[in-house]
C-alpha cells in the first residue's frame, strides 16, 4: 500500500472519532415508533459461557467473572472489535433468564459510560451498525427493569450512532461492512421516533449497494460464502422490518434477495451448513435456514456454478468445489489459494472438509490456511496455486497473486450419475502443468469416483516442464493429492495400505481406494473453526508422487462400505464445547 493510501486510513479513522465527538450534541429520541421484533439467533451454550463470565472472542478466552466487559484490556483487534459489535447480545438473549439479563444490561450501559461520549475502538461504521442493529432488536428484553435515567441514556445512545451512522457510513468498506452500516442506519430510521427522515435516504444508498456488491449470480466479490449469508441475513432483517410497518422493500434490494437465495441453497451442504471457503466458516446454527425462509424465495432447481462453486448432490450426499479463480484486489484479503479443492458431506456428517480460516488463532495459523496444502486438492512440490503478497503497512492485510486465470468447468451426465470436470493453470508459469480434475457422484450418493491429471497443455509448456525437471535433477516435481478429514471421523489404514476406512459417527463407513499410481499414507491434519480457542486435531489422506512425464493421471474413489445401510438413523447428539 503506497503512502496515500495510508494517509488515507489515518485521515479515515481522524474523521470516525471526529463524528463520534460531534454526535454528543444529539438529543435522546423519545423511543421506539414500534415496538421492534427480535430477529436474530444465538447460541444459548454461548451464552450460558458469558453468564458465567468466560469471554471468548476472536478466538481469545479471557475470565472475568468478577470484572466488567469494558475493564477487561483487549488481547487483540479482533477481540475488540467483537466485544464492540454487541452480536454476543444474541447469544444472552437466547438464554433470556434473569442471569442473562442483568450481565446484557450491565454490559450495554457499561459501554454508554465508557465508550458513549465518543471514545473508543468501537466508533467505526461497521461496528456501530451491527451494535445498533442488537440493541434496537434486544430493545424489550434490555429495558425490562430499567428506571428513567437508565432509558433515557439508551435511548440518547442509540441517537447518538444513528447520526454517527447517517454521516459515516460511506467510510466503511464497501461489501459487508457498508452493508452493516447501512442496515443498521435503516433500522434505526425505521425503529425510533424522530429519526424517520435518516431511512429513506439509507434505504435509496442500501438499494445502490445492492446493485454494485451482488452480481447477476447473486455473488460477492470476496466468494465467502459465510459473508455471503451476513449480507443476505441483513437484507431479509431490513425487508422484514419495512413489511412490518406496510411499506414494501425497494426494487433493487427485493431483486439481490432473489438472486441471493438460490445461490446459498447451492453453498449448502446436506448437514445444513455452509462450505468453507475463501475465509467464510460453517455459518451460526440457525441462521442460513432461518433467513431463507424470512426471504420468502421458493427453493429452485439451479444449473451451473453459484458464485464461482459447483455443487454435486445425490441421497444425502453432497459435493461443493472451488471452481473458479480466486478473488482480486481488496477483495482477497481473505481469500484462499483453494481452487479445485472440494468438501464432500454424508447425511449429518462432514468428511472431506478444508482446513478453515485460522484467522481467530493468529497471523501464522491465518497464512496457513489460506495455503493450498490447507485444502482438499492437489499441491505441487509444497507450493500454493497462488502467493500472499506483502501486508498492506500497519495492517496484517495480505492479498491473493499469481492465482490461476483460466479456470475451465464443464458439467455432464454420466451413465452412473453426474460429472464435472475442472481445470487450472495456477501451476503452469513455475511448472509447466495445468492441474484438471474430475468428479463422478453416483445417483445413489453412495460413491465419489475422482481422477486429477497433470498435464502440459502446450509446447511452451512442455519446456517450461522440461526446465523444472532439469532443477530437480530428473526426479520429477513432487505432488500431494491432500483429503482432510473432519475431526469426527475416524480413519485407519486398511487392506494392508491399499485403502483408508473412515468411520463417521452416524456409524456409517466410508472407504478411500486409489489407483496405486502414488502413494498412499494418512497424516496429522488440523481443522480451524471460529469459537475456539485452538485448532482442532485431525488427520488427512495424502497422495504423493512425482510428476516424470507431460501427463500423470491419480485415480481415487471415495465410497460407503458394502455393509453401510442405504438409510442411516443418526441419533448421535454433538455437544457445543469451546476447546
Given amino acids: 500500500m503506497s503512502n496515500s493510501d495510508t494517509m488515507a486510513n489515518r485521515w479515515t479513522r481522524f474523521q470516525n472519532r471526529l463524528y463520534a465527538r460531534l454526535s454528543q450534541r444529539r438529543k435522546a429520541v423519545a423511543g421506539f415508533a414500534a415496538d421492534p421484533e427480535p430477529r436474530t439467533v444465538g447460541s444459548f451454550a454461548r451464552g450460558r459461557q458469558l453468564v458465567a463470565g468466560n469471554l471468548l472472542f476472536a478466538g481469545f478466552l479471557v475470565e472475568a467473572q468478577d470484572t466488567g466487559l469494558w475493564d477487561v484490556t483487549a488481547p ?25 439479563r442483568e450481565k446484557a444490561q450491565r454490559w450495554v450501559w457499561g459501554w454508554i459510560d465508557a465508550h458513549g461520549r465518543g471514545q473508543g475502538p468501537g466508533w467505526a461504521p461497521d461496528l456501530t451498525g451491527r451494535r445498533v442493529i442488537r440493541w434496537i432488536n434486544h430493545s424489550a428484553f434490555l429495558l425490562r427493569g430499567t428506571d428513567d435515567e437508565q432509558s433515557k441514556a439508551f435511548f440518547r445512545a442509540l441517537a447518538q450512532q444513528s447520526w454517527f451512522l447517517s454521516k459515516r457510513w460511506q467510510a466503511a468498506t464497501p461489501g459487508l461492512p457498508r452493508f452493516e452500516a447501512l442496515a443498521g442506519l435503516v433500522q434505526a430510521g425505521l425503529a425510533l421516533q424522530g429519526l424517520e427522515q435518516m431511512a429513506d435516504p439509507a434505504l435509496r444508498a442500501l438499494a445502490r449497494e445492492c446493485e454494485k456488491q451482488i452480481d447477476t449470480q447473486g455473488g460477492i466479490p470476496t466468494r465467502n460464502p459465510e459473508e455471503l449469508l451476513e449480507v443476505f441475513t441483513l437484507l431479509t432483517w431490513t425487508s422484514a422490518a419495512l413489511s412490518d410497518l406496510g411499506r414494501g422493500t425497494p426494487g433493487a434490494q427485493a431483486d439481490a434477495i432473489k438472486r441471493i437465495a438460490p445461490t446459498l441453497r447451492n453453498l449448502r451442504h446436506s448437514d445444513g451448513a455452509l462450505a468453507r471457503f475463501h475465509g467464510g466458516g460453517r455459518g451460526l446454527e440457525g441462521r442460513l435456514d432461518q433467513a431463507l425462509a424470512q426471504s420468502g424465495v421458493r427453493p429452485q432447481h439451479a444449473s ?3 458464485m464461482g462453486y459447483a455443487r454435486l448432490y ?14 482480486k484486489g481488496t477483495a482477497s484479503y481473505n481469500a484462499h489459494a483453494s481452487t479445485l479443492a472440494f468438501e464432500l458431506t454424508s447425511g449429518r456428517r462432514p468428511l472431506i472438509v478444508n482446513c478453515g480460516s485460522g484467522e481467530s488463532f493468529g497471523l501464522e495459523w491465518r497464512r496457513a490456511g489460506r495455503a493450498t496444502p490447507s485444502h482438499s ?30 479456470v475451465p468447468t464443464e458439467f455432464e451426465d454420466a451413465i ?11 501451476y503452469a508459469k513455475v ?7 474430475t468428479f463422478e457422484l453416483r445417483f445413489d450418493g453412495r460413491e465419489l469416483t475422482g481422477e486429477d491429471i497433470l498435464l502440459t497443455a502446450t509446447d511452451k509448456a512442455k519446456r517450461q516442464f522440461d526446465k523444472a525437471l532439469d532443477a530437480s ?26 485403502a483408508v476406512s473412515m468411520a463417521l459417527k452416524s456409524g456409517e463407513i466410508w472407504v478411500f481406494r486409489h489407483d496405486g499410481v502414488a502413494k498412499l499414507s494418512v497424516e496429522p491434519s488440523v481443522y480451524l473453526e471460529k469459537g475456539r480457542l485452538k485448532p482442532r486435531a485431525t488427520k488427512q489422506i495424502v497422495l504423493s508422487g512425482r510428476a516424470m512425464e507431460y501427463a500423470t493421471r491419480i485415480r481415487w474413489t471415495l465410497s460407503k462400505a458394502q455393509d453401510t445401510a442405504y438409510a442411516v438413523r443418526d441419533m448421535h447428539r454433538d455437544e457445543p464445547d469451546f476447546d
Avoid: Q
Fill in 377 to 406: 486438492t492437489l499441491c505441487l512440490d509444497g507450493y500454493s496455486s497462488a502467493r500472499l503478497t506483502e501486508p498492506v503497512p500497519g495492517t496484517e492485510k495480505e492479498a491473493l497473486v499469481d492465482a490461476p486465470k483460466d
Fill in 314 to 327: 445425490a441421497a444425502r450426499t453432497s459435493v461443493i468445489v472451488d471452481a473458479s479463480a480466486p478473488p
Fill in 304 to 306: 451451473g456454478l453459484a
Fill in 76 to 100: 487483540s483487534t479482533g477481540f475488540d472489535n467483537e466485544r464492540h459489535g454487541f452480536a454476543w447480545l444474541d447469544d444472552l438473549a437466547a438464554v433470556g433468564d434473569m442471569r442473562a
Fill in 431 to 437: 511448472f509447466g502443468l495445468t492441474h484438471a480434475r
Fill in 416 to 426: 452412473e450419475g453426474a460429472r464435472f470436470m475442472i481445470g487450472h493453470d495456477g
Fill in 473 to 498: 535433477n530428473l526426479k520429477g516435481i513432487e505432488f500431494d493429492v491432500r483429503f482432510h478429514l473432519h475431526p469426527d471421523v475416524d480413519a485407519a489404514i486398511d487392506l494392508g495400505g491399499a
